[in-house]
């Protein structure tokens, strides 16, 4: 007579299975492990330049100490970041010029506010197109003390017709963060025909901060195209921020090399599946952090080489995808 397996033992087997299966993810704070990531890289850049810029995106549960919108502020993580980015605050959370759900805003900008009290600049970027949510965007965001960018467009490959001046427009010169009251997100060049063409577009504008890619087909921006893209039209002046992606690998970057796959490097883990050419990382690896800053071939090193005000922090949010293994 053939024994049969008692639930119990059902159940633990199945459990030994599914672990083995992200055996190779260790057991970590993956919350603690980023904002310590965010931390070194915060270090190595101000220590080059002690005015630059560090601007993580989303991931706002590492502004408090455990995570919830109610708690303690993460004061040491704090202390090395500027301004905090949030996306679909108000609109895009679930489609593109849908407004977010009342929940969700509410549960995002507990984080923001906290980050405020502690003199953190919070960007916000809705995507909607309509022009009257659009100005709502703009509205709810001014009256939270935000500032913020309606984008027409989630590629971010733009400058939006619409409204015809950025809000707060100004011909101040900005030197610090706190001194913005709008910026412009283009990280997507693609639509102009040369890196000059987009110089051209983006001096022809009066946006505060001007959050771009470091490279314009593969090729860096320099010192000088830098510099030029501060220039505003009515004469005032600008920040320049590059956009960085730490929370995951993109194969159309100078770094990929054609022959890795998963686990070849050590760090680099499954593709995104709703992103094709990006690639979830081990971000707590040295592997990849060597890949980020602190060498003169590193992201980072070429963002600062290029002369750029600061950094733009993408996928901080990976932190969730490794909870959830």
Known sequence: MK?????????YALGILLSSCHRDIPDLDFKQEMRDFVQAISDYAKTSDSTFIIIPQNGQELITLNGDNNGSADLTYLAVIDGQGREDL????????????????EYMADFLDIAR????????????STPSKMDDSYTKNNMKMYISFAADDRELNNIPSYPSSPFGENDSEITSLHEIKNFLYLIN??????????????????????IMDLFFDEESFTNTDVEALRNKANGGKRLVVSYMSIGEAEDYRYYWRSSWKKGNPGWLYKENPDWEGNYKVKYWMDGWKQIIFGNENAYLDKILDA???????????????????
Do not use: M, W
């Not at 009290?117 to 909607?128: F, G, H, R, S």
């Open 117 to 128: 009290e502690y003199d953190i600049v919070i960007l916000v970027t809705d995507y909607c």
């Open 3 to 11: 024994k049969r397996c008692s639930p119990q033992l059902i159940l």
């Open 90 to 105: 108000y609109y895009g959370y679930d489609d593109n010029n849908k407004a977010t759900p009342s929940v969700e805003t």
């Open 307 to 325: 002369g750029f005000d600061g950094a733009y922090l993408d996928i901080i949010d990976a932190f969730e995808y490794f909870e959830a293994l």
């Open 189 to 210: 060049p693609d639509q102009f025909a040369n890196h000059q063409d987009f110089i051209t577009a983006i001096t022809a504008t009066n946006y505060d901060l001007l």
